[in-house]
């Protein structure tokens, strides 16, 4: 385990990604919160009555705080923040307050990374969508079979039908909530499935859905 991210991960969406870190202010960028909602809220919810410890993985976490959030509240024991980018993981590790070293910030693609340990809950928020070619979504859904504890939870959050077609300069797939609950497929039962609209630092409004659902 390491608070330094590790290697740079090799490819045309690596170098895109350190590109966009490289340019752009973490802040200002289209996907930018100052508060992970409705993760937090979804997470919670999600959350058995009472409880506290277990782990999580935030895929393609970039530089948001949540993963700081969840250990700073108690909520897991263990938090491993995966992105492509360093930069991005350096970003959100300078911010979090974390004594104990309960996040792990893993440089690497999510779509050759193989997971060393499994999770109690797998979060997504606006990854699944860029994959756009049926071969990547299934290395996905692969990886996420691997890494999720049974009885784990899943959160997503892309695009909905109505939202964008590009982010950050590239096409997206859409889903509404239906559609990520049969992209899960039938060992996954659906426990919540929202949509929300995102408020970009530029001012543009972006639908997107959620579904949280528990593997079998
Ligand atoms: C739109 S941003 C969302 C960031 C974060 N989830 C959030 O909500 O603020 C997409 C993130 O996915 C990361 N990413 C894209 N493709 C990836 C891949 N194949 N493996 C790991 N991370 C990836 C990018 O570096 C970027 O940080």
């Known amino acids: ?42 997470i919670r919810a999600a959350l058995p009555q009472g409880s506290a410890g277990g782990s999580a993985i935030d895929v393609g976490g970039g530089a948001s705080p949540l993963a700081a959030h969840l250990v700073r509240d108690g909520w897991f024991d263990h938090v491993t923040v995966l992105d492509i980018s360093a930069k991005a993981l350096e970003t959100a590790r300078a911010t ?28 997504d928020r606006a990854v699944f969508h860029f994959l756009t070619a049926p071969s990547d ?44 609950a049969a992209e899960l497929g039938g060992d996954f039962t659906p426990l919540d499935a929202r949509t929300q609209v995102h408020h970009t630092p530029a001012g543009a409004s972006q639908t997107f859905s959620w579904l949280t659902a528990r593997r079998r």
């Not at 104990?100 to 779509?111: F, K, P, V």
């Not at 899943?154 to 109505?162: D, K, M, Q, R, S």
Request: with cysteine; aromatic share 10%.
């Open 1 to 42: 385990m390491t608070n330094r991210p590790e290697p740079a991960p090799a490819g045309s969406t690596a170098s895109h990604w350190r590109d966009v870190y490289a340019t752009r202010p973490t802040d200002e960028v289209s996907w930018f919160q100052t508060e992970p909602r409705p993760s937090l809220d979804l």
């Open 137 to 180: 979504r299934a290395k996905y859904l692969a990886t996420l079979r691997e890494a999720l504890a049974p009885g784990g939870t899943v959160i997503l959050g892309t695009f909905a039908p109505e939202g964008p077609t590009h982010c950050s300069g590239l096409p997206v797939a859409r889903y509404s909530t239906d559609e990520l």
């Open 96 to 123: 979090a307050q974390d004594p104990a070293g309960a996040i792990r910030w893993l440089h690497a693609d999510l779509l050759t990374w193989r997971p060393d340990r499994t999770f109690d809950l797998w979060h």
